[in-house]
């Protein structure tokens, strides 16, 4: 059986002491099993709360919030975080100018096509998601009054049973089913067989949204294009990309940022022992959704799966900083997708934009999750 040791000062900057811990032993079958990636996200979350508990203003261990993998949610912060996301699909827009963006909701989408070319395969793709999806958790709290548990998705409890899973069953506590099944339909991403849907979703939350912007192909992206959510789920894809065994060695062969956040994309890097890692789990993770606007680079934060989905890979994040929180307090790279065109080294000090949703932040100030300015959670092991 193969067995696999990773030693980590796992830690954080307590009074300039360092809390050490050795990572176990992992045989295979613990890393395909999920159980050796529940370890490690609980030493992470260890590390994390030991270090909130130093604290003595802004993020202090009572204040901090934890977030959890759907299916470990209480049914009634299912519901309420449905209800909420609703909420938002039916307020107002931030933005003026923009023909298609006729809900609160859908200013994300305008956001994240703005600010696709600066904030994917550069030194901000993980911190800015991770800063996204706090807005939106703010969004959720202050518009429709949700303080219930942020939500992520571990994928690979669902690779070779996405239809049950409890995240797209299309049950009353989902976030609806699958799309209606296209015959010969292609999957969106090459490599794989195609999805068990394609078409508009029919069952369960959100089978009525109206997804309004995109898609990128469109003449005028931006203007109103009122069409119905779909969904093609693909066991296919979330097997070969967005397993447990993907996601855990992304985690033990990977001892720098820049390994680390390229192995996440899929941009053919080679990690520690020259493991290699794919097309990536933050592909495997969207295709394993697929759909419209699921598929649109642009355009998939429209998705309401999106978040859960970049729940998991800021919480593989948070993992991965908190097996050796000295050392990994880093970014990689420039501030232009795949440095095209190209631009300066990313500093820490330098601006993200999320206006008009809320303030732009520093790079750095969304380096910890619970460092307080403004970040304050930690993730839950499922």
């Known amino acids: ?17 360092v809390i050490a811990a050795t990572i176990p032993t992992f045989t295979q079958a613990q890393i395909d099993s999920g159980e050796a990636i ?23 261990k009572d204040k901090v919030k934890i977030r959890k993998e759907w299916r ?39 956001l994240h096509y703005y600010q696709t070319p600066f904030v994917h395969n550069n030194a901000l793709f993980l911190l800015w998601h991770r800063h996204y999806n706090w807005v939106l958790e703010e969004d959720l709290k202050n518009i429709c009054g949700y303080t219930g548990v942020f939500p992520y998705w571990e994928w690979g409890l669902d690779c070779g049973s996405m239809d049950k899973s409890p995240v797209f069953d299309g049950s009353e506590y989902s976030l609806g089913g699958n ?24 069952s369960g939350p959100f089978s009525n949204y109206t997804v309004n912007l995109g898609p990128l192909t469109a003449r005028q992206p931006l203007n109103a294009n009122p069409r119905c959510l779909k969904r093609d789920l693909n066991d296919d894809v979330c097997k ?16 720098n940022i820049a390994t680390f956040q390229s192995a996440i994309q899929g941009e053919g890097v080679r990690g520690d022992s020259g493991k290699t890692f794919g097309s990536g ?4 993770g969207h295709y394993s959704i697929s759909g419209d606007p699921g598929s649109d680079f642009y355009f998939s934060s429209l998705e309401p799966g999106f978040y859960l989905h970049h729940g998991n890979i800021d919480r593989l994040h948070f993992i991965w900083q908190n097996l050796d929180w000295e ?56």
């Open 1 to 17: 059986m193969l067995s696999i040791v990773k030693l980590f000062a796992a830690a954080g900057l307590l009074s300039g002491s």
């Open 38 to 60: 529940r370890q490690l996200g609980q030493i992470a979350y260890d590390n994390a709360m030991a270090r909130a508990a130093k604290a003595t203003t802004g993020c202090t």
């Open 72 to 110: 470990k949610m209480s049914l009634a912060d299912r519901k309420g975080y449905q209800e909420a996301v609703t909420c938002l699909m039916r307020s107002p827009s931030r933005y003026k100018n923009i023909p298609g963006a006729k809900s609160a909701w859908d200013d994300y989408g305008v």
């Open 179 to 202: 799309g209606v099944f296209v015959p010969n339909h292609r999957a969106a991403i090459g490599g794989a067989k195609p999805g068990t849907g394609g078409g508009c979703v029919q």
């Open 240 to 255: 070969k990309w967005a397993s447990l065994r993907n996601t855990t060695d992304v985690l033990l062969f990977t001892s």
């Open 281 to 284: 789990i933050h592909v495997g």
């Open 327 to 382: 050392k990994r307090q880093t970014i990689a790279g420039t501030g232009t997708m795949y440095n095209s065109p190209p631009s300066a080294t990313s500093k820490l000090t330098d601006n993200m934009g999320f206006e008009p949703l809320n303030r732009n932040i520093t790079i750095g100030a969304a380096m910890d999750t619970v460092g307080g300015s403004p970040l304050c959670y930690v993730y839950e092991p499922w």
